[in-house]
């Protein structure tokens, strides 16, 4: 006979305020179908959230290494934005940005 394992993700129980119009506003989410409950509300709003803050982590490299991916960046991809290049790169902004100046100033780059 074969034996099944229910596995279980442990999750912490986190408590929280809301005034008396965001619980109606809530509530009437949940009756109408939106949400099951209150709680699946809840962990709606919180994955939500981290997703729209999230955070951009930065490779320490050194510029030369920077200056090569960010080349090979415009290559692969023809035109982009110093954002995209940021965080796709993982590379700080007013990094990005100087290379991108150096690379039009050597004419490696079009002006745009």
Known sequence: M?????????????????????????????????YLNTSDFVRDAIRDKLAAIKTIKYRDI???TAKKEVMGYFQERGEAYPSDIEEDLELDYKLVCQIVEELKREGRLELL
Request: charged share 30%.
């Open 62 to 64: 050194d510029y030369d």
């Open 2 to 34: 074969m034996e099944t394992k229910t596995i279980r993700s442990e999750g912490q129980v986190v408590g929280s305020k809301v005034s008396a119009v965001e619980l109606e506003q809530i509530k009437q989410l949940v009756v109408s179908g939106v």
